[in-house]
């Protein structure tokens, strides 16, 4: 349980104000770190919501497919930038994305990346390489600003990251699928 504790730590220092305040003054820091931050707070509950949950997660999210599925949708829903700047300016919003990273996006990823078939962690890492590729394009040739509350600097800071992120999971994936892993077992 203290992998639990530590992603409530996590979770309520991603809440501090001044925390807060820092993570989303600078829009790459605030899509590529404080939301995967806020995922993997989620992430690190998964074994004590499973401990007080069990039959809820052998029952919903029996072969993997509905978590991912909800992954996805809430990743997809905040790469929208009209999303990002109501995150900074409706208050709800902001409270919803505390909520939706930790516990709609990193427990569904975590409970449900073990139980995925090869095929389907194959077919996820793809959908989410091309996702962010077509993100990356989007923030760094956009001619107009997409987010009014960013500077379009920053729009291209974060397109750049948004290109490396999905290289980096494209060359994992094809490495994971070229080296033969019983040899290193």
Not at 72 to 81: G, V
Request: proline share 5%; hydrophobic share 55%; aromatic share 16%.
């Amino acid at each position: 349980m203290k992998q639990a504790k530590y992603g409530l730590i996590l979770l309520l220092f991603l809440m501090v104000p001044p925390v807060i305040e820092l993570s989303e003054s600078i829009m790459s820091i605030h899509m590529h770190m404080q939301m995967p931050l806020l995922g993997i707070a989620g992430m690190l509950m998964v074994p004590y919501f499973k401990e007080k949950f069990p039959r809820f997660f052998e029952k919903w999210n029996a072969n993997g497919i509905p978590g991912i599925l909800l992954f996805m949708i809430i990743i997809i829903y905040w790469l929208f930038p009209r999303t990002m700047d109501e995150a900074l300016t409706v208050p709800y919003v902001e409270v919803f994305k505390f909520i939706s990273w930790p516990f709609l996006a990193g427990v569904p990823l975590r409970d449900s990346w073990g139980k995925l078939s090869e095929r389907a962690k194959g077919i996820f890492l793809i959908v989410i390489g091309i996702i962010y590729t077509g993100m990356g394009f989007l923030y760094l040739f956009a001619e107009d600003q997409l987010c009014n509350n960013y500077l379009v600097i920053e729009q291209r800071a974060l397109g750049w990251g948004f290109l490396f992120i999905a290289l980096s999971i494209l060359l994992y994936y094809a490495q994971d699928k070229l080296i033969d892993h019983s040899k290193y077992e």
